[in-house]
């Protein structure tokens, strides 16, 4: 089974347009860019045209690529303060001389639609999340939507990153799954991912999950984005392992969009909690 995040998450922004159009809010995200990484600028791109999909508005800060940790302070400062902004996105990563976690931590726990500031990643791990990372957020409502019950699988996340790899452990975690939090120092790797029923890879390395690694009728879900020859992929090889998953997400298609319909409905729901 091909876990489609482009068909499921084109079905979520179209459920939300119409919550937006009925609610008679009207949401307004700001992002906020230090640099032109062109990866990083498609990423904006393809966030602001999601909103102006589903009717949320949007505006862009965008700052120099030697621009210091207190511009982007600033420019955080002025957004927590405005009263017709409702969500903030701080596109990492930040050019090397920014210290992303004094940003992040700044940005406004009731408009932290990215899920990153500290306070938001203790409720998540508690147990009761306002607002959840979006990457792993859309993976949950990707695997809901697929009929996919993690209660009781051991799980194996890989990678340990606080946008993906422990926020995603920490969701599992609460839907009653059984979770294993891999990283560059775990031993016996390889054992681990075995026995996954379930395996998120977060690694950033093309094909680095192979056939053999996987165990038959395992869920992969795949959260990479690599070049390899001149090709998008991800960190698993699907021609190799959709023979033997029994779900997978492909690259791209999988994660990406459900990461973009994540930040919209946690924009909304900013919007909402503003009111």
Not at 64 to 82: F, K, S
Not at 200 to 216: C, E, L
Request: with cysteine; hydrophobic share 45%.
């Amino acid at each position: 089974m091909i876990l489609d995040g482009k068909a499921c998450s084109e079905h979520r922004l179209e459920m939300l347009r119409e919550e937006v159009s009925k609610s008679g809010l009207h949401p307004h995200l700001a992002t906020v860019i230090a640099g032109s990484d062109p990866a990083s600028q498609m990423y904006i791109r393809m966030k602001h045209r999601a909103c102006e999909q589903v009717h949320i508005g949007s505006v862009g800060i965008e700052l120099p690529a030697d621009a210091t940790t207190v511009h982007v302070m600033d420019a955080i400062r002025r957004l927590n303060e405005d009263t017709g902004i409702d969500g903030i996105l701080v596109q990492l990563p930040l050019p090397r001389q920014i210290d992303a976690n004094r940003v992040i931590s700044l940005v406004r726990t009731d408009k932290d639609v990215d899920g990153f500031n500290p306070y938001n990643l203790g409720l998540l791990f508690s147990g009761k999340p306002n607002f959840i990372p979006c990457t792993p957020k859309g993976i949950m409502i990707l695997l809901a939507e697929y009929h996919v019950d993690v209660t009781g699988m051991h799980t194996v996340v890989i990678g340990r990153s606080i946008d993906v790899g422990r926020p995603m452990a920490a969701l599992l975690t609460n839907a009653d799954a059984t979770v294993t939090l891999c990283h560059s120092r775990t031993k016996n790797l390889m054992d681990e991912i075995k026995r996954a029923d379930l395996l998120v890879s977060a690694v950033g390395r093309a094909h680095f999950i192979t056939a053999d690694m996987v165990k038959p009728g395992a869920v992969v879900i795949d959260v990479g984005i690599n070049q390899l020859n001149g090709k998008l992929v991800g960190d698993v090889d699907f021609a190799g392992v959709k023979e033997i998953a029994s779900a997978i997400t492909p690259v791209p298609g999988g994660v990406g969009p459900m990461t973009i319909a994540a930040l919209m409905e946690n924009t909304f729901l900013a919007a909402k909690l503003r009111v």
